[in-house]
């Protein structure tokens, strides 16, 4: 199949990587953008971190090394990964999403490191979380219309966004199927298209296991 990866660099690298392993034709396209922002630490040192991207591992920057001696909380095993890399000594991975992960702690300070557009999410009465903002995910224009057969969906603001300029492209939405990370995300693309599908779960592996063997 000819698939268009949609999500941000170098993600969207390793996506096309995995991709052509299986025998797929990716197109990698990213419809996000990752950039820096300058923050601060809190007056207060937290009891834990909680790292709900790996973006926000790549891009907490030297200041963040301060933090890894502390037990740092991942949402799922992807991002645990990369904090590993980056030297965090004490990582736990969580279960996906950034709602399962602060359902599962106990009572604590939390410093969350986070991008600038959050997924809302419902912070239990017993968690004091502290948010800084240590990236922003500007938006990019699709460049054409890709003759792909299929689109790989990783996040619900992506998701919209493949939507909205294969739209304003002129594509048909019944030429094209979808494979969705989460219901969240397959929602975000909204409806008219020739398959939806949803992962088993929110990671890549299962992303990628429900297309057709090349």
């Known amino acids: 199949m000819r698939i268009l ?5 170098p993600g969207a690298d390793a996506t096309a990587a995995r991709l052509r392993a ?13 950039r820096p922002l300058p923050w601060a630490l809190p007056a207060e040192s937290p009891d834990a971190v909680i790292l709900s991207s790996a973006v926000a591992v790549r891009h907490a920057g030297p200041l963040a090394d301060a933090l890894k001696h502390l037990p740092a909380h991942a949402v799922g095993e992807a991002t645990a990964a990369a904090a590993r890399a980056a030297g965090w000594s004490a990582v736990k991975a969580g279960p996906g999403t950034m709602q399962a992960l602060l359902d599962g702690l106990a009572s604590g300070q939390f410093l969350h490191l986070a991008g600038a557009d959050l997924t809302a999410v419902t912070v239990p009465p017993a968690l004091g979380l502290v948010r800084v903002t240590v990236y922003e995910t500007p938006l990019l224009p699709l460049p054409g219309l890709p003759d792909v057969d299929a689109v790989l969906l990783h996040s619900p603001r992506t998701a919209a966004q493949f939507a909205g300029e294969w739209d304003r492209l002129g594509g048909r939405r019944a ?3 979808l494979f969705a990370i989460s219901g969240a995300t397959l929602a975000a693309a909204g409806s008219g298209w020739s398959t939806a599908l949803t992962a088993a779960e929110p990671t890549e592996s299962a992303l990628l296991a429900m297309l057709p063997k090349a």
């Open 5 to 9: 990866v949609v999500r941000p660099q």
């Open 22 to 34: 299986m025998g797929h034709d990716p197109v990698a396209h990213p419809l996000l953008a990752t």
């Open 175 to 177: 030429a094209v199927q």
